[in-house]
């Protein structure tokens, strides 16, 4: 069996948490802070950065794609649909998508967000900066024009079945609405298709999710919010 070193708020995490819960793969998983930078954590990936999958092998898959790829090689199941198109440009559409939030929404808006609420409670003295949090909220109003544009317009993120992007946008999302960023009232067509993937089996796993000292926004764990 497969764990998974993991933090509970940590997007890219989830998103494997996600994958592997979507194909029935039972999973592991080892609560770490990787903002630490413990000897440790350092020692299996120098980034320090999360996730990390570990199995009986003596090489440790380390980072999101590395990891994203591991699942779906050697864990997609025959019995149901992946989360990978069949057809070229069906992958490069959801590749792309996937690429616009690992990169650009988290760097504009969920790095700083976890950084101000979570990662300043490790660090002595350190107070969240509500100049730092106003950009990042605007920031994501504006990515929240374009995902409500595209879903208006398709099935799903990536177009008319379900994909990893699916699942990349809904991990970061829901990290959002864990510490209570985000506004559904301006986000119509996102929240119809959040609410189709939070009411999914797999998505169970993130919704009993909690971190200590912080409990979820309210409506976080609700199917109808």
Not at 20 to 45: F, M
Request: one cysteine or more; glycine letters at 4%.
């Amino acid at each position: 069996m497969p764990s998974l070193l993991h933090h509970p708020l940590d997007p890219s995490s989830r998103i494997i948490r996600l994958m592997c819960a979507e194909y029935g793969v039972p999973l592991d998983v080892e609560e770490i802070k990787p903002w630490l930078r413990t000897p440790e954590l350092l020692e299996i990936n120098p980034a320090g950065t999360l996730p990390i999958m570990l199995d009986d092998s003596d090489t440790p898959v380390v980072g999101l794609l590395a990891a994203i790829h591991t699942v779906e090689d050697l864990y997609t199941p025959a019995v149901v649909a992946g989360l990978f198109p069949p057809e070229p440009g069906g992958r490069a559409e959801m590749w792309r998508l996937i690429e616009w939030v690992i990169t650009k929404l988290n760097d504009e808006v969920t790095r700083y967000l976890l950084e101000e609420k979570i990662i300043k409670r490790d660090q002595k003295g350190a107070t969240p900066d509500p100049s730092v949090m106003r950009a990042a909220k605007a920031n994501l109003n504006e990515h929240m024009l374009y995902f409500n544009w595209l879903l208006a317009h398709r099935t799903w993120l990536a177009g008319d079945m379900m994909t990893l992007a699916d699942f990349t946008l809904a991990a970061h999302l829901s990290v959002l609405d864990y510490m209570g960023d985000m506004d559904w009232g301006k986000a119509n067509e996102t929240r119809d298709w959040y609410a189709r993937l939070k009411s999914r089996p797999a998505f169970r796993t993130l919704l009993n999710d909690r971190v200590v000292a912080m409990p979820p926004h309210r409506g976080y764990a609700d199917l109808d919010f």
